[in-house]
């Protein structure tokens, strides 16, 4: 069993930067796929960039060029830069892990985090 907790989020103004952190323990492995997901009340999950255990990495279309994703393998803790937010990243923000990544969709994903909220003004 994986255990994963999302830490970070906030209050930014468009324009500003945030970074998300989820750190994992339990039954995990450092080359484990893992990937960040978002969510509006009323909206599906979706899938913001996921990276592999070679450091390859997939991004969102909507958040290319702004987001990045990395990862501390000696900490097993997961990151997400975000640079020039919008109002549209305000979200609640989860990571996840699963053994491959083959897929950015939430669908693909069984070990969850709790979750935290970035709100974008």
């Known amino acids: 069993h994986v255990q994963l907790v999302e830490s970070g989020g906030g209050s930014v103004q468009a324009g500003g930067s945030l970074s998300v952190s989820c750190a994992a323990s339990?039954?995990?492995?450092?080359?484990?796929?893992m990937g960040w997901f978002r969510q509006v009340p009323g909206k599906e999950r979706e899938g913001v960039a996921i990276i592999d255990g070679d450091g390859n990495t997939v991004y969102a279309d909507s958040v290319k060029g702004r987001f990045t994703i990395s990862k501390d393998n000696a900490k097993n803790t997961l990151y997400l830069q975000m640079n020039g937010l919008k109002a549209e990243d305000t979200a609640m923000y989860y990571c996840a892990t699963r053994r491959y990544c083959t897929s950015i969709s939430p669908a693909a994903f069984g070990n969850w985090g709790q979750g935290t909220q970035v709100t974008v003004s």
């Open positions: 339990g039954y995990f492995y450092r080359r484990y796929c």
